[in-house]
């Protein structure tokens, strides 16, 4: 049992069924019979291949969430595409905004396109069940890896939007707010979160430069991230 395993299936009860044999449809069919919730994540329309698409199940439980992981989503020229997580922090832009200013594009250690698309399918099975409450019947809901990975460029995409340009990638520092990254001091590395003006008064007090809280390269976030270099370099 290795460590990625462990991690990821912790506490599952599991059956191997083979999908394309005739005899697995009568486990399917009990399986879903009285099952509340059905997540699937094949290529879109494999599963309506192998006859356990959404239509098909619902017929023998019609109050079935049915869930739906894809890369690409379920309709598109990319509708059939495999999607994995490296892959889609490359295209989706994270890996662009990742990484040392003059350094390669890089990737988050961990797969977390794949776990943000698990967190938006449990919220999207949960209004799904909200919804079942009031109606008596489930739906199918469909999530993406590369729609979930674009809506993590968050204020950095509405940035290039704006501007019409490409992030650049900051490192360890923040796009727009400064000063807000990891420093070195003298025995370990450390970060400085300066996320309002009473912080970044409090931290000219502190080390003993008063006169950059009225200092007009300082005076307020947007002076101070077109002064970045002056500031972050002292």
């Not at 399917?28 to 099952?35: E, K, N, Q, S, T």
């Not at 797969?111 to 698990?118: E, I, K, S, T």
């Not at 449990?122 to 199918?140: C, D, S």
């Not at 590369?146 to 950095?156: E, V």
Request: hydrophobic letters at 40%.
């Amino acid at each position: 049992v290795s460590a990625y395993v462990s991690c990821a299936n912790r506490s599952k009860r599991s059956i191997c069924i083979d999908l394309h044999k005739a005899e697995s449809a009568e486990v399917i069919r009990a399986l879903v019979a009285d099952a509340d919730i059905l997540i699937e994540n094949f290529r879109t329309g494999t599963a309506e291949r192998l006859g356990v698409g959404y239509t098909e199940l619902s017929a023998i439980n019609p109050k079935l969430i049915y869930c739906s992981i894809t890369g690409y989503g379920r309709e598109g020229p990319a509708a059939k595409r495999a999607g994995y997580d490296y892959a889609v922090q490359a295209e989706g832009g994270l890996m662009s905004i990742t990484g040392s200013r003059d350094g390669a594009p890089n990737k988050v250690a961990v797969a977390v396109v794949d776990l943000a698309a698990g967190q938006n399918a449990t919220i999207a099975v949960l209004a799904a069940l909200q919804q079942r409450h009031r109606t008596g019947r489930g739906q199918h809901v469909s999530i993406s890896l590369f729609d979930t990975q674009l809506s993590w460029l968050a204020n950095i995409g509405a940035g290039v939007l704006f501007t019409g340009q490409d992030a650049p990638r900051f490192g360890n520092e923040h796009a727009s707010i400064v000063p807000y990254q990891s420093f070195s001091a003298s025995d370990q590395q450390f970060v400085l979160t300066v996320g309002n003006e009473k912080l970044w008064q409090a931290l000219c007090e502190t080390i003993k430069h008063p006169e950059w809280i009225s200092d007009p390269r300082f005076c307020n976030n947007s002076q101070r991230v077109i002064n970045r270099e002056t500031v972050t370099d002292y």
